[in-house]
């Protein structure tokens, strides 16, 4: 707490009557930066009215907050476990519902583009959660895995490694 103090210029005493510690001062500026993910992402998955113009922008959008937020999501993966947070509840518990909605909303968006034919007929939940995971590939970014990232090349392979197989024309 006193390099954090020294960081913001603020007394140690002064951080403490907002925060209890490290661990809540960290929860809180994970959330926060959870919730503007939640609000760019949203837009994302609104962007269109057409099913795959949506799931294409979220993808993107994914990849430019990862790149945005490469730092402090090595922090909130690699430090996540340390605290040993209920993962039902507390932080962790927010963060899964604000990542259940977007799973939800990527459900909604192909089974709404497999009614009108725009999407192979395969289980929607199933394709959500597959899409959204091969998305999460731009986590190795933050893991430091690709020091080189070209973010167009990157986004154009993950959708055509999915919708060249999922969409009917």
Not at 60 to 79: D, F, M, P
């Amino acid at each position: 707490m006193q390099d954090i103090a020294e960081e913001s210029e603020f007394a140690v005493g002064t951080i403490y009557r907002f925060f209890k510690g490290k661990k809540e001062l960290f929860e809180e500026l994970i959330l926060s930066i959870w919730h503007e993910v939640e609000k760019r992402l949203g837009a994302s998955l609104r962007e269109s009215d057409h099913e795959l113009e949506c799931l294409r922008a979220y993808n993107r959008e994914s990849a430019v907050i990862t790149l945005e937020y490469k730092n402090l999501a090595q922090i909130y993966y690699g430090h996540m476990l340390r605290y040993n947070w209920d993962m039902l509840a507390g932080l962790d518990g927010e963060v899964r519902n604000i990542m259940s909605g977007f799973i939800d909303r990527l459900e909604e968006l192909f089974r709404s583009g497999i009614q009108k034919g725009i999407f192979v007929d395969l289980d929607p939940r199933i394709l959500a959660l597959g899409y959204d995971t091969i998305v999460g590939s731009y986590m190795t970014i933050a893991y430091g895995k690709e020091e080189s990232v070209d973010l167009d090349a990157w986004v154009q392979t993950i959708d055509r490694m999915f919708f060249d197989r999922v969409l009917l024309s």
